[in-house]
């Protein structure tokens, strides 16, 4: 059938639930926040990865792709309540797809076939979990979450000179595909103010200050990714036990429980 302007539909702001990718500097207490999120499942995709102290979740190990995409249709197709699927971590994750990528091909890892090429593949790969989550959120309206550790890269800006910025600490090319496939990007961090110290002898020193509050940046900076799609504001501050809740006044409502 052929497009007219007759097929033209009012869509309104998105009702299901987001997918989220949240970063941060190590123990500012990533899965404390994703804990926090409505009825969670955590799909680990390391051995070094595992819930936070003092909280009981429900959780599924994956040790490889094959097992990552039967946890992603099990939450499809099996009857069950929760509402929101944590992914711990995308290190883990792209661990995973880089070895899917090795076994597809017979690389002994991923830089094998040169040129860049294990990567590219690795990122059509990840394109697949993408569909994956894509399938869960429609399917079941499940809020996704993407725990990541952060890596310090460097920016060449076309508009200034380079500048160093945290980014999700994955491959180019995967960071990528998730951050253009996440509706929430959420870098969670502590602010730091440098303070000038008169040092004698006409010298000044220069330390960095800060205080043991940790906050949710949700808009780009110079310093770091992140960006949201809810109107969300630039920073929230991120209390043990409330991060969620500070979040969820954004958010499409959260389906009852089945």
């Not at 033209?8 to 990718?21: D, G, R, S, V």
């Not at 995709?45 to 994956?62: C, F, H, R, Y």
């Not at 994956?132 to 993407?146: D, Y």
């Not at 110079?222 to 969620?244: T, V």
Request: with cysteine.
């Amino acid at each position: 059938m052929a497009v007219s302007l007759k097929s033209l539909k009012k869509k309104t702001a998105a009702e299901l639930q987001p997918i989220f990718t949240i970063y941060g500097v190590p123990k500012v207490g990533k899965s404390s926040l994703a804990a926090e999120f409505p009825r969670p499942v955590f799909i680990q995709t390391s051995e070094g990865e595992s819930v936070p102290a003092g909280i009981e979740a429900d959780t599924l190990e994956v040790r490889n792709y094959t097992e990552l995409c039967e946890a992603i249709g099990a939450l499809v197709n099996e009857e069950h309540g929760f509402a929101t699927a944590v992914f711990d971590s995308t290190t883990g994750l792209e661990n995973l797809i880089r070895a899917e990528a090795c076994a597809r091909n017979g690389w002994k890892n991923i830089e094998d076939p040169g040129y860049g090429k294990g990567y590219k593949v690795a990122a059509s790969i990840f394109n697949e979990y993408i569909d994956g989550i894509m399938t869960l959120r429609r399917e079941r309206n499940m809020a996704i979450v993407q725990l990541g550790h952060c890596d310090i890269n460097r920016f060449e800006s076309p508009t200034t000179d380079p500048y160093s910025r945290y980014r999700i600490n994955v491959h180019k090319d995967a960071a990528d595909i998730i951050e253009a496939n996440s509706d929430v990007i959420a870098f969670i961090n502590f602010k730091a103010s440098i303070k000038k110290v008169d040092a004698g002898f006409n010298k000044e020193m220069r330390h960095a200050e800060g205080g043991g509050v940790r906050w949710m940046f949700l808009e780009e900076r110079p310093g770091f990714i992140a960006g949201n799609r809810f109107g969300m504001p630039a920073e929230l501050q991120f209390r043990k036990g409330e991060g969620y809740s500070a979040l969820a006044k954004y958010l499409p409502p959260v389906p009852e429980a089945a």
